[in-house]
Structures are given as structure tokens and as C-alpha cells.
């Protein structure tokens, strides 16, 4: 008899109300409203992640969707506001966003790069940040978004005027996911299990998240019937240590879900196995990163040797000897 294999990790590589109302993902997203001071706080799911997994809640009203706005009203309120003496700002993210591939925008995702600068032949002002971090490279101003969601205004200054433009930044919220593809690896016909590989996106899509990884947390199972009277220990949740780039796409993590176990008999009741996962990120190579989203990875197993396993709103079969 082998001993049963577990087999759980990722693989190397619309908003939120969008997402939800489309019934995609699954867990409980970040309530953060209050970090752009708007009234009543908008988030995904049922607010801050603390409660373990299950179905997302309805979209919240009141999501800013800054993507489309005009550049130019960032700009001190627009080129045509700008106040006697003040220097127009421009900007270029690195990378462009998945949803529109722009790189004018003023939402970036944390950890993203903007350059900035002026049209001024020898530019003599100095700039400034509220948050993240910046630096100066051939002329212009080279920023990093801090690794907290909300505004931060970028300053130029010259013979005592400021000029300034807001930049709005989103950590990650979401995951959802679109197909899947068969196991990774091929399960033994004597064996009951059934696996899948399941392309990730991170979202929101307005922002890239290429500069940040991805890692989903260990812990037990919920069992009942003939899973419940196995040994625990081999029902663990054992994910990849290792931390994964979302990639500047969003999708940049292939996710695995499947099992692999001993043959018959299976008991006389349809089994269930599950794993409530937190998912973390963090700025790459930065910390233990942080919860914001739950997902619900479900192995099911009838006595006829039946297998499927769900996650991510994705679902694959198997029956045993196939």
C-alpha cells in the first residue's frame, strides 16, 4: 500500500463588485473605505478577512474606479488650474495595467513603480512623496508605492510653489479564475482522487500587481464521514512554502488542487474533505505578508470510488480506474 499523497501548491505565473456580481471567487475581502476618506466603507465580501472562508458577499456601492479618469486633472486640477508659477507635472508607470494596458494612470497597485517628471530643460525644484519611497534617476523622479492602501500625493516644488498630483494605491483584493486545465501529475487508476490546474487572477485588474507574491497558508481539514475516520495528519493542508509572483498580467500564478489516495473501500456515505486556505501577499521578498482572501478547496468521495475536487469555482471529476 502507498502511503496517500496530498497534493496542493501554485505554480509559477471588472473590479471587485464586478467580479462578485459575475459570482467568481469565493472568501471575505478588506474593508477599506476609510483610507480614502470616503462615508461608508466599501470592500469585498463582508469586511476585514478575520472569519475563515465561504461565498463573498454582495458588491458594496461606493468603488472608485479612477482608471478612466483624464490624467490631466490630476495635474494640480488639470493643466488648465494650474496656479501662476506652478510646473506641470507628467507621469509613466513601468508597466502598463492588465485591464487597459495604460501607463498614465494615477492607481497603481502596491510596490509599483512611476516615474515622474517636468518639461523644464534644467528642472531646479525638488520633489517629495507622502508615502512610499523615491528617488532621483536621469531627471526624473523615480517612485515606489508604499505597501498600504490609499492616496499619496507626490510634490514638486520650485522657487517656493508646489505642484502636485494624487495617486491612489490598491493592495490586492481578489482572486477569481477563469477554467482550468487536468492535474499536474497523473493519478494511479487503483487510486481514488481527482485534480486540476487553475490559472489565478489577482485583482483589481486597473493596477499590476508585479511587484508582489503571492502564498497560501497551511492548516487541518474539516472531514466527515470516511475522511473523518483517517488520519488527520495526512489530510493536512501542505501548500508550496515558496512565494510567487502575481506578475505585472495579475496572472502570473497556476494553481494546483488535487488528491491522490489508497483504493477501496470508500464507506457507505458520500465523504467530504475540506480546507478553508488563507491567501497572503507582500511586496516581493518583504515579511510574512498579509491575509486577503479566503478560498475553499473541497475533495469529495462517494463508496463507489467517485472523486472531485472543487476550488476556486472550478471542479474536476474522476472515478476510480479512469
Do not use: C
Amino acid at each position: 500500500m502507498q502511503p496517500p499523497m496530498e497534493m496542493n501548491g501554485g505554480m509559477g505565473n471588472a473590479f471587485a463588485a464586478q467580479m462578485l456580481a459575475s459570482g467568481q471567487g469565493e472568501g471575505e475581502g478588506e474593508a477599506f473605505g476609510e483610507a480614502f476618506g470616503e462615508g461608508e466603507g466599501y470592500g469585498v465580501g463582508d469586511g476585514a478577512p478575520t472569519t475563515g472562508g465561504g461565498d463573498a458577499g454582495a458588491p458594496v456601492a461606493g468603488v472608485p474606479t479612477d482608471a478612466s479618469a483624464d490624467p490631466a486633472d490630476a495635474v494640480a486640477g488639470g493643466a488648465a488650474a494650474l496656479s501662476a508659477g506652478a510646473t506641470a507635472i507628467q507621469h509613466s508607470t513601468d508597466v502598463g495595467d492588465p485591464d487597459a494596458q495604460a501607463f498614465d494612470r494615477t492607481d497603481v497597485g502596491v510596490g509599483e513603480g512611476v516615474r515622474f517628471w517636468t518639461n523644464e530643460v534644467t528642472p531646479t525644484g525638488t520633489w517629495s512623496s507622502t508615502g512610499g519611497t523615491g528617488v532621483m534617476d536621469d531627471g526624473a523622479y523615480k517612485w515606489t508605492a508604499p505597501a498600504t492602501l490609499g492616496k499619496v500625493t507626490i510634490t514638486y516644488t520650485k522657487d517656493g510653489v508646489a505642484s502636485s498630483i494624487d495617486m491612489m494605491v490598491y493592495t490586492p483584493l481578489y482572486i477569481t479564475s477563469s477554467g482550468h486545465s487536468g492535474p499536474a501529475n497523473p493519478i494511479p487508476a487503483q487510486n481514488v482522487g481527482a485534480g486540476m490546474q487553475i490559472p489565478l487572477t489577482f485583482g483589481p485588474t486597473f493596477v499590476s500587481f508585479g511587484n508582489v507574491e503571492w502564498l497560501e497558508d497551511p492548516g487541518p481539514a474539516s472531514t466527515t464521514h470516511y475522511w473523518a475516520a483517517q488520519d488527520q495528519s495526512l489530510l493536512y493542508h501542505t501548500p508550496t512554502t515558496e512565494w510567487l509572483s502575481m506578475g505585472n498580467d495579475n496572472k502570473g500564478v497556476t494553481d494546483r488542487a488535487d488528491y491522490n489516495w489508497y483504493g477501496p473501500p470508500y464507506g457507505t456515505e458520500t465523504s467530504f474533505w475540506i480546507w478553508s486556505i488563507p491567501n497572503r501577499w507582500r511586496i516581493a521578498g518583504s515579511g510574512a505578508g498579509t491575509p486577503f482572501w479566503w478560498s475553499t478547496q473541497v475533495m469529495t468521495l462517494t463508496p463507489s470510488g467517485a472523486a472531485t475536487v472543487t476550488k476556486f469555482n472550478e471542479t474536476a471529476s474522476r472515478s476510480t480506474g479512469a
